[in-house]
């Protein structure tokens, strides 16, 4: 059987990309090669970027009500083919069919908000600035975008920025994670069918080339990233420099705070699903857990070691488990799986206990594939890497505090900022802790605090590198540019 290789598309055409190589794209749960994706040269993705500068011209000219139309198409395209991009996600990233439905169903409602442009982008105005002198805000498109995807949403996270862009008037490039390259590759294919013109829509694949390329290349306008930490702040002073607006969303660490008060079943079975869905795999997924009180500690430790060994841990598209809700899949690749089992390592040294062990764990007919089982550490303190250190896997570290205050301190000292959720009844609790905890989304009793796509998504610290967040009304700043108008006419 021929391994398909993956295209890029540009200027409204499909094409085989101008490369310097290929990289196999592997399905996680089984070590099976699924595609070759191209690592794009400098040259392929300068002709996307000329392409989309061309398409601007005339793109941001078209009234904001017809920009949209080509939205309305995609969604409904989209809808109903849902299970067909679900599947394809689940075999290239291993995250489980529900996990991915639910990823699909971010997608609608991010182009469905974006649908609304013809009121979001209205500007201001204001008449009597002065004498016989009015003021005026509008905003404008600025010209081409690009964005840097992540392997944990192939589908969702383009999608936290693409319908914008459009909507505004801008032309965009999405550069597809080299690791799950397929599932926009097929959404590609639904976008080709929704009737943009040529240009205003590109898809390329690659590497460091060609996100390096968006950096020097003076007709990109902005970018956006989601990554590590590490990469966002090189991909925020190489944006800085050139003078382009950027978004680069970080690394995390989410916390959930166990009061005394907490509705204790219906917290664990919250948390599991927090920290294992996607095996860890997401920017919003708590790998910490800080119990208040001596009694709660003890609880939470052994209620949720019990909760965590009645995982399920398989093949996702395996038939037997594909309808489970909680079924935890592989991580990404052999170098992720590594990179866990040394941090669990280094966790056994740092001291602390681990109450449950995932590693060595072998899931009959899927030998060859990536997998680390639900891994609890208890006896955690502040500051050990294991509760420093993202190790995006299904690593979960439990601290304990004696009040409140220094559960919020706990939380305010780390270095990520993204996520955090309190479980409580307790109304003054849950005020301080929403006022008081230095993070960008926050949950009452809500495992995953991701808002909704008419609510921002981003964090703080060292989890964002921008001042604007992704989704929703906000990230239309990003988009636009406000132009202030002073006017005034003398009489004839």
């Known amino acids: 059987m021929s391994i398909k290789i993956v295209k890029n598309y540009v200027n409204g055409q499909w094409r085989e990309a101008e490369n310097t190589g290929y990289l196999d794209v592997e399905n996680p749960s089984t070590g099976e090669i699924l595609a070759k994706t191209p690592l794009s040269s400098q040259a ?9 500068y061309e398409a ?21 395209l989209l809808r109903q083919n849902e299970d067909k991009i679900a599947r394809l996600l689940v075999s290239e990233m291993g995250k489980s069919i529900p996990d991915a439905i639910a990823e699909m169903k971010r997608i609608f409602e991010n182009i469905e908000v974006a649908c609304g442009m013809p009121v979001l982008q209205q500007g201001d105005k204001l008449i009597g600035a002065s004498f016989g002198i009015d ?8 010209g081409v975008f690009a964005m840097v995807a992540p392997f944990n949403f192939p589908a969702m996270v383009p999608f936290w920025f693409l319908p914008y862009a459009l909507a505004t008037g801008n032309t965009y490039i999405v550069k597809a994670s080299e690791q799950v390259p397929l599932t926009m ?12 013109p040529p240009g205003v829509f590109n898809l390329v694949n690659g590497d460091k080339i060609a996100v390096d390329t968006f950096m020097e290349s003076p007709k990109v306008k902005g970018v956006s990233l989601v990554g590590s930490s590490n990469t966002c702040k090189i991909i925020a002073e190489k944006c800085a420099k050139a003078n382009k607006r950027f978004q680069a969303m970080g690394s995390a660490k989410n916390h959930l705070v166990a009061m005394p008060d907490a509705k204790m079943d219906d917290m664990i079975r919250n948390m599991i699903s927090s920290c294992y869905g996607c095996a860890g795999q997401r920017c919003m997924a708590s790998s910490a857990i800080v119990a208040v009180g001596d009694n709660m500690y003890k609880k ?10 009645e995982v399920i841990v398989a093949n996702p598209l395996d038939p037997k488990v594909a309808d489970e809700q909680m ?15 040394e941090m669990i390592e280094k966790g056994i040294k740092e001291g602390a206990t681990l109450a449950l062990d995932g590693r060595d764990l072998v899931i009959s007919g899927c030998e060859k594939g990536h997998f680390v089982g639900p891994t609890v550490f208890t006896d955690v303190k502040p500051g050990m890497d294991i509760h420093n250190t993202e190790i995006f896997g299904p690593v979960v570290v439990i601290l304990k505090a004696d009040t409140i205050d220094e559960a919020i301190n706990i939380i305010n000292e780390h270095q990520y900022g993204n996520g955090a959720s309190i479980y409580t009844q307790n109304g003054y609790w ?16 809500v495992g995953i605090p991701a808002p909704v796509s008419y609510l921002p998504f981003g964090g703080m610290k060292k989890s964002q590198y921008s001042d604007i967040k992704a989704q929703g009304k906000a990230v239309i700043n990003f988009f636009t540019e406000d132009k202030i108008i002073t006017e005034r006419y003398w009489p004839e």
């Not at 392929?44 to 989309?52: L, M, T």
């Not at 003021?135 to 600025?142: D, F, H």
């Not at 939470?300 to 060994?309: I, T």
Request: one cysteine or more; hydrophobic letters at 40%.
């Open 300 to 309: 939470v430790c052994e209620k949720f070691v019990k909760g965590s060994k």
């Open 185 to 196: 590759q097929l959404i590609t294919e639904y976008i080709d069918q929704c009737d943009f």
């Open 327 to 341: 079924v935890m899949g592989p991580v990404i690749s052999a170098k992720s799986k590594k990179f866990i089992l």
């Open 135 to 142: 003021g005026e805000v509008i905003r404008l498109p600025l």
């Open 56 to 76: 601007y011209k005339s793109w941001k000219n078209l009234p904001v009500a017809r920009r949209v139309q080509p939205l309305y198409k995609l969604v409904d």
């Open 44 to 52: 392929e993705v300068n002709q996307a970027i000329d392409a989309a």
């Open 430 to 445: 849950a005020r301080k802790f929403k006022l008081d905890t230095e993070c960008g989304m926050i949950g009452i009793n």
